[in-house]
């Protein structure tokens, strides 16, 4: 069955630094992958989005995610986190018209 | 240029009331998708709406119906609540049925159901 996994539900960083947000699909062929996240109460936004060609995708607020075949992974990354990047994070899979998400990855932030 | 809107932003309901959620899309875009979001969870599709018919269904019962009007913007329906139908609601719109990939997300409607 097609699926999308981010494998952890919750996670703690302290301000300053990496992050990486893992995310697995399970599709036939490659679909267009997107990241995106949510702050409490709010509607979702836009991060980075793969569609083709380069594997490494730069998005906004310094985000950046690398899409890998062969570990049918679309990993989100940060190299510094600042307070104000703790939210929900979504990864999310197109193919054909039907949009499906992971469970999301709530993310905290130490001072 | 205004983005997704939706109305209302918050709703209360009781067991086997019906709701009405509406949306308007951004400028330009002619295609509606719902989505349900329950609490701590993922995003659901429900449906999509593109020349004011209904283009494709995700897994959800009959009880929820949805419409689309000739500016595109478009309500969703939800008959004899439930209360697991609480969740927040988002609308998505993009343009063309293709254009799934570039959705712009509105900030949904909470549904509270006693």
């Known amino acids: 069955a097609q699926s999308v996994t981010q494998p952890d539900i919750h996670i703690t960083v302290s301000e300053g630094a990496s992050l990486e947000l893992r995310c697995n699909y399970s599709y036939g062929a490659t679909p267009y992958l997107f990241w995106y996240v949510q702050s409490p109460g709010q509607g979702l936004q836009l991060l980075l989005k793969y569609f083709s060609g380069d594997t490494l995708v730069q998005g906004i607020k310094g985000f950046e995610a690398e899409f890998k075949r062969s570990q049918s992974s679309f990993n989100l990354r940060k190299p510094s986190v600042h307070w104000s990047d703790a939210a929900e994070y979504f990864c999310a899979v197109v193919e054909v018209q039907d949009m499906r998400f992971g469970a999301g990855t709530r993310l905290t932030v130490k001072p | 240029d205004a983005g997704v809107t939706q109305s209302p932003t918050h709703l209360i309901k009781t067991r086997g009331q019906q709701v009405t959620l509406r949306c308007s899309p951004k400028s330009g875009h002619d295609t509606v998708s719902w989505y349900q979001q329950a609490l701590g969870q993922g995003p659901q599709f429900i449906f999509q709406?593109?020349?004011?018919?209904?283009?494709q269904r995700g897994n959800f019962p009959d009880r929820f119906s949805g419409h689309q009007f000739p500016n595109y913007s478009s309500e969703l329906n939800v008959n004899a609540l439930l209360l697991g139908d609480s969740a927040l609601y988002l609308c998505?719109?993009?343009?063309?049925?293709?254009?799934?990939?570039?959705?712009?997300f509105g900030p949904g409607t909470r549904l509270l159901v006693l």
């Open positions: 709406y593109y020349e004011e018919e209904e283009r």
């Open positions: 998505a719109s993009s343009l063309g049925l293709a254009g799934a990939g570039t959705q712009y």
